[in-house]
């Protein structure tokens, strides 16, 4: 079985090395593939210095696009399964068997790492947790399951939803809104708990401001969505683990 490990990275030189190093220790059998968003930084340099496979996007185009960007790699060459990491030392590396596990066992087709279904020592800022509450809660309702940290970006994924995001990966802040596209097109997305850090150095992006922005927008794009044709045919062939 092959396994992907999907880093998007955008200015994270300070912090690209550490989460290389620390996902080799604890999860040897992936193949680490650091996706450069346009970083006018050493991001590529630093990933290339450690011997992983880098594709730099042109410019900054966001995290919709590096993200399908690994997704197009992993569907390229016959990866089995992907798992999706922050390049900012956000997500534990030890915690990748806990969310893959349930996909290689056939449970599930995509799962979500959640901050919010076990204790964290991870505080979410109170606009941003806000925002998140409000975005689940939505996207709860469409799907009629609980969603419990929809904005997420700590995921693994099977073959499957590997060639379906390859084609049809949403743009901009695409977390949640991929949560509703999977789900109406016939994959099973599931959560588990996992502990988070804060992000190791330099500053997130989601300013309070952007965080009314973010949460407005993924919103409208949401619903958008619930009228958009997209469909997949599924054939007895493409169960899990054929």
């Not at 996902?23 to 050493?42: A, C, E, K, T």
């Amino acid at each position: 079985m092959k396994y992907l490990i999907i880093i998007p990275a955008f200015n994270e030189e300070k912090n690209i090395a550490a989460v290389i190093k620390s996902i080799r220790q604890v999860f040897p059998d992936g193949h680490v593939l650091v996706v450069n968003d346009g970083s006018w930084d050493r991001t590529a340099d630093v990933a290339e210095s450690l011997g992983c496979e880098v594709i730099s996007l042109p410019f900054n185009m966001g995290i919709g696009a590096a993200v399908q960007t690994g997704f197009l790699y992993a569907k390229k060459y016959g990866y089995n399964y992907a798992v999706q990491v922050d390049a900012d030392g956000q997500h534990l590396p030890e915690e990748i068997g806990k969310i893959i596990q349930p996909v290689l066992n056939g449970e599930y087709d995509v799962i979500i790492g959640s901050r919010y279904i076990e204790e964290n020592k991870y505080k979410t800022p109170l606009l941003r947790r806000l925002g998140m509450v409000i975005l689940s809660g939505i996207n709860s309702l469409i799907l009629n399951k609980k969603i419990t940290d929809t904005t997420s970006g700590f995921r693994a994924y099977n073959r499957r939803a590997i060639e379906f995001l390859a084609d049809n990966y949403p743009d901009d802040y695409p977390e949640p809104e991929a949560v509703v596209l999977l789900a109406r097109n016939g994959f099973r997305v599931g959560e588990v708990g996992v502990k988070m850090n804060a992000r190791m150095e330099g500053r997130s992006s989601i300013t309070p401001f952007r965080s009314i922005y973010y949460m407005v927008k993924v919103t409208l794009a949401i619903f958008i969505d619930l009228f958009k044709d997209r469909h997949v045919t599924y054939t007895p062939e493409d169960k899990i683990g054929s």
